[in-house]
């Protein structure tokens, strides 16, 4: 199963360049999470920070009892082994054949033999859907098809914890959709805790258990995926609805007049967002053992959650025809 990733009170900033400050959230273990934001909100900073690759100036961030910011350093470089990362491009090398960089971590990092090396590395392409194209160099295949083979090395070293930045960007609209899935998949495959960083407000709506939001510096709310897509925070719902009027500005933060003008000349919400429901893993997968250990932990924090967030999730619940779950008393409390 994968490992609870819990961060404290996180503070980053570069020279006077404050990037955010006392982000405080838990990665449930196992659990997909997003985090969304505009652009150069700092996700990928966040990202690099829980790895210890970035070093906040305030906080921690735990794994396993090791602190990824103040640790001893033998400790994160130990406890980063857990991790399998995919950033943005897939990050591969050029001159290397898709079969020689998935298995670059494997030779790099183990003592292992070239015939288990093979037989990692081919399970793993098989996994993203890559059989055939191991021979082939980066750049004579697709972008969606860099994605994957930046998935799978992210996979070799049979990651607990798994870091996605912005799996979508370059991808069609089709080909994010196969991501989302394979996403998914690989989460009922190996339960690892995931944390995906992007903008895409298909992935966003579809695949995490769990969301959270930078904007302004701040963790605008971390939690289930209920508490985001059913938030009236102006930030949320400018995001959501993918709309110019709100906070976000093209370049910079709105002033107050500006939002007001903006908010008087906008239409009455119609009613609650619409909620899709989560991707469930394809035929033949098994079911995601995250599942379960979710919904105990939703239901267990269902009276402190705002009331439409609670709504959405009784009604998730119900849908899903757990008739052997006895919810809280709902209109009681919040
Ligand atoms: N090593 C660094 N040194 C100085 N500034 C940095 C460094 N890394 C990132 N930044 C700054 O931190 C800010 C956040 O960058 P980051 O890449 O994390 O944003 P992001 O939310 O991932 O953006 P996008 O969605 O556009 O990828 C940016 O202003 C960037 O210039």
């Known amino acids: 199963m994968g490992i609870e ?23 449930p273990a196992g659990e997909v999470s997003v985090m969304l934001g505009p652009s150069g909100t700092g996700k990928t900073v966040f990202l690099k920070s829980l790895i210890g690759l970035l070093k906040p100036e305030h906080g921690r961030v735990l794994i396993n ?23 943005q491009d897939g990050a591969l090398f050029g001159s290397m054949s898709l079969f020689d960089n998935i298995a670059f971590p494997l030779r790099e990092h183990t003592r292992k033999k070239e015939s288990e090396i093979r037989r990692v590395v081919m399970e793993r392409i098989e996994v993203v859907g890559l059989l055939g194209a191991e021979g082939k160099l980066p750049g004579e295949i697709s972008g969606g098809m860099r994605k994957r083979a930046g998935l799978a090395r992210a996979l070799v070293l049979d990651p607990q914890i798994i870091l996605c930045d912005e799996p979508d960007s370059g991808l069609d609209p089709v080909r994010t959709a196969y991501i989302s899935q394979l996403l998914i998949d690989l989460n009922a495959q190996i339960d690892a805790t995931m944390l995906i960083v992007t903008h895409n407000l298909d992935i966003a709506a579809t695949v995490p258990d769990n969301m959270g939001m930078l904007f302004r510096r701040e963790l605008v709310t971390f939690g289930p995926r209920e508490v985001l897509l059913t938030s009236d925070e102006p930030v949320v719902a400018q995001f959501l609805a993918a709309r ?21 000349a906008l239409p009455e919400p119609a009613g609650p967002r619409e909620i899709v429901p989560q991707l ?27 009331p439409a967030a609670r709504a959405a999730i009784e009604r998730t619940y119900a849908a899903s025809g757990a008739a052997t779950l006895t919810l809280p008393t709902s209109g009681s409390g919040s």
């Open 5 to 27: 990733v819990v961060v404290e009170g996180l503070t980053k900033s570069f020279g006077k360049q404050n990037i955010w400050q006392d982000v405080t959230l838990t990665l």
């Open 280 to 306: 469930e893993p394809s035929p033949g997968m098994p079911p995601r053992r995250a599942v379960m250990r979710r919904r105990e932990r939703v239901l267990g924090m269902l009276d402190r959650l705002p």
């Open 65 to 87: 009892g090791v602190d990824m910011v103040n640790g001893p350093e033998r400790d994160i470089f130990e406890t980063r082994k857990l991790f399998g990362l995919m950033f």
């Open 244 to 264: 110019r009027e709100g906070p976000i500005g093209m370049s910079e933060e709105k002033d107050a007049a500006t939002l007001a003008a903006e908010a008087a």
